[in-house]
């Protein structure tokens, strides 16, 4: 198995053991080793007082596609720290994809950017997010080959 096809498995069973991203209606789009590609419809539950999606839903799935990338080479990984920055309002109806790649690594920390955008390519919100690995597989069987990292 690839090393792209194993974050691809680490990817979807993390999403599969969320209790949020499917009742929020997140769908994984694209996972390979430090990156993944996420995506969210704005729903209008997920709004703000002013009618805007709420910033912690754009946090959230900023989060999300953070964990799918660090975590993508199949080493448990944490959030030791994190921070958005809002460029502009997104509105229910409006689908959000949030992009993360991995920036740096050093030992048994990362560095993470993640771009949130409508899916017309307007720049919401840029959230960077610094990981922690904590050790141990995601996914522990034998189908994953020489690719555990």
Not at 35 to 47: E, G, S, W
């Amino acid at each position: 198995m690839s090393e792209d096809s194993l974050a691809h498995r680490i990817a979807e069973r993390l999403l599969a053991q969320e209790g949020t991203s499917p009742v929020w209606g997140i769908i994984l789009e694209e996972a390979r080793v430090g990156y993944a590609r996420i995506a969210m419809k704005i729903r209008p539950d997920m709004t703000n007082g002013l009618g805007s999606v709420h910033g912690g839903m754009i946090f959230a799935l900023a989060d999300t596609a953070f964990a799918y990338a660090c975590n993508s080479r199949n080493i448990a990984t944490v959030a030791q720290g994190a921070s958005i920055l809002f460029l502009s309002p997104a509105h229910p109806g409006e689908e959000l994809v949030a992009e993360a790649s991995e920036d740096a690594i050093a030992g048994r920390s990362g560095a993470y950017s993640v771009a949130i955008r409508t899916r017309d390519g307007r720049a919401v919100a840029q959230f960077q997010g610094h990981s922690r690995s904590v050790g141990g597989p995601i996914i522990d069987d034998d189908s994953q080959g020489e690719s555990h990292g």
